[in-house]
């Protein structure tokens, strides 16, 4: 079982569990904690081979990971600790596993706030992609993570969030930044998927007005998905909303959660 930690609120019965993105780990959420655990439970999850949930001798030596699998690692959590059904809160690619478990279970998700959303890979993630499965074999992983990094968060402002992730990526082993970037593979038909189908779920899309290479997809998905997803668009920020603006971002989706709880 993926690593967890929990802070109770035993005042309320509502959950919400917070999904980092590749290459993070729970300790991205350190500025939600406080704020989010004075209205809910929280629960933090770390995914396999980040934080610490280090993969054990048969896992290191799976070939693949997939979504699905991914998606049930979360699962797995909520049924040990007896969660029925809890809100979802996610940035960047643990936006798609979010997602992903609420196709599977949507009865297990009462909301989803997706942070950072990525819904479709524009022309400049698909070269970063390509360029990725060119090297991933040839250069240390960290140096691709650092190019990716400063693409994906290029202004002086993201700085913070760079250097964030930047760390957090130095915990995984080689093999194991393989395998997951080895999720690209299977990324376009599933973002497909989303894009085409909404969920009956209350959603709020959470962007940064910088987020260059994601927040014209999610425009348009929202405006597709109205019935049920909404956008907030934060200025002056960019693609790890929670980290640099968390005032904003705890104030709006603690609002959101509080109208649907």
């Not at 968060?153 to 194991?176: D, G, T, V, W």
């Amino acid at each position: 079982m993926i690593n967890y930690t929990i802070y109770p609120n035993k005042s309320s019965d509502q959950w919400v569990t917070f999904v980092h993105g590749a290459g993070g780990s729970s300790s991205i959420w350190f500025k939600q904690i406080r704020d989010f655990q004075k209205h809910f439970n929280v629960l933090l999850l770390d995914l396999r081979g980040h934080g610490n949930s280090q993969p054990t001798l048969k896992e290191a030596f799976q070939k693949k990971y997939t979504f699905s699998a991914l998606a049930n690692d979360i699962l797995e959590v909520l049924d040990h600790l007896k969660i029925e059904k809890s809100h979802f809160v996610g940035i960047s690619l643990g936006t798609i596993l979010i997602r992903q478990l609420a196709e599977m279970y949507p009865n297990r998700v009462q909301s989803m706030i997706l942070g950072g959303a990525i819904l479709k890979m524009n022309f400049r993630s698909q070269i970063l992609m390509r360029l990725g499965n060119v090297f991933k074999y040839v250069l240390p992983y960290l140096v691709l993570y650092r190019f990716f990094a400063f693409v994906i968060m290029p202004k002086k402002s993201h700085k913070q969030s760079r250097l964030l992730f930047i760390n957090e990526a130095k915990k995984l082993y080689q093999k194991e930044f393989i395998k997951w970037f080895k999720l690209t593979a299977e990324i376009n038909p599933v973002l497909r998927w989303f894009r085409q189908v909404e969920l009956d779920i209350p959603t709020l899309y959470v962007m940064g007005n910088e987020d260059y290479m994601f927040l014209p997809s999610v425009r348009k998905v929202v405006e597709k998905h109205y019935k049920s997803s909404q956008l907030f668009v934060i200025e002056q920020c960019g693609h790890v909303v929670n980290v640099e603006q968390p005032a904003i971002f705890n104030q709006n989706v603690i609002s959101f959660l509080q109208k649907i709880a």
